[in-house]
């Protein structure tokens, strides 16, 4: 990898230094967040604290003005996100600093981020290859005049604890190696439903507090019939309110239902990731069709 990071960076005429994120206070990394436009609210930013680790840089007078984070699942594997550099220093290398220390801690590791417009040049530059778009679908939501069918009524039940193996272990499949830690977090604060057929779990699609609303993932079937069944569930109870859900899928049914219910797409991220040592790399699977967040994947 090089030379370790540097510990402070000049920039222009003053020097920024680089601290834990746990050190950063919680109301400056919110300032942070949002002078980017990125509509999280302090709880949201504590819980990625708890869930990863990272840094932040901060001038001489302690404001801050960047942060980076990264999040292990196992030995082998991370997410890389919350990379964020105040508006007026874009252009100054603030963001490949932080991530040099983040690629320093990570090494080794097989990686994954969701890359916004502006980054991308940044994540091509170290090495971070694509691997399909990610749409951001969020909005005020109605329940479609659809509805399911008697057999898919009977089959979808709300999740409750003794069900989370089968979830941590349908999750693994989909998103590619087991973020077991990561699934008992977000499960824990969420309303979720299950699909089951012959007492087995063929679908799930958690959905929490966080930013403007509530978001609904991450969500797994084995097809776009089985992830609306479950989907709407929570659009059903969030009608009228605001709903988002980050998804690969652009066309097929799962797609329009989304469009149909008022989730329309908002943004786009592109999905990179970066091989680390040995074995092959991590891939998501068809059968991943909501995202945990950008920065968790």
């Known amino acids: ?52 680790h990272g840094y932040v840089a901060r001038d001489d007078i302690g404001r801050l003005t960047g942060s980076a984070m990264w999040f292990p699942h196992g030995d082998d594997f991370a997410t890389i996100g919350m990379v964020i550099t105040s508006p007026r220093l874009q252009t100054n290398g603030t963001a490949r600093w932080l991530m040099d220390h983040v690629l320093s801690d990570c090494r080794g590791r097989h990686l994954r981020l969701n890359a916004t417009r502006p980054a991308r040049r940044l994540y091509h530059s170290l090495g971070f290859q694509p691997l399909r778009t990610i749409y951001q679908c969020q909005g005020i939501v109605h329940l479609s005049t659809e509805s399911l069918s008697p057999a898919e009524q009977s089959a979808v039940r709300r999740l409750e604890g003794e069900d989370f193996p089968a979830v941590a272990e349908l999750d693994a499949r989909a998103f590619g190696i087991s973020r077991v830690a990561l699934i008992g977090k977000l499960f824990a604060q969420a309303k979720s439903y299950g699909l089951f057929r012959d007492g087995r779990l063929h679908a799930f699609a958690l959905c929490r507090p966080f930013g403007r609303g509530h978001v609904i993932g991450p969500v797994v079937a084995d097809s776009d019939a089985d992830a609306i069944a479950v989907i709407r569930q929570h659009v059903a109870a969030h009608e009228n309110q605001f709903l988002r859900l980050d998804t690969p899928a652009e066309t097929g049914p799962f797609a329009t239902f989304l469009l149909q219910s008022g989730l329309t797409v908002f943004d786009t991220v592109l999905a990179m990731s970066r091989q680390g040592k040995g074995g092959a790399d991590v891939v998501p699977g068809t059968n991943l069709y909501g995202l945990a967040s950008h920065a968790l994947g």
């Open 1 to 52: 990898m090089g030379a370790p990071a540097a510990d402070s960076k000049l920039i222009d005429s003053f020097k920024m230094h680089v601290a834990t994120i746990e050190s950063a206070d919680l109301e400056q990394l919110h300032a942070l967040s949002v002078s980017v436009g990125w509509p999280l609210r302090s709880e949201d930013l504590q819980f990625l604290r708890e869930c990863g």
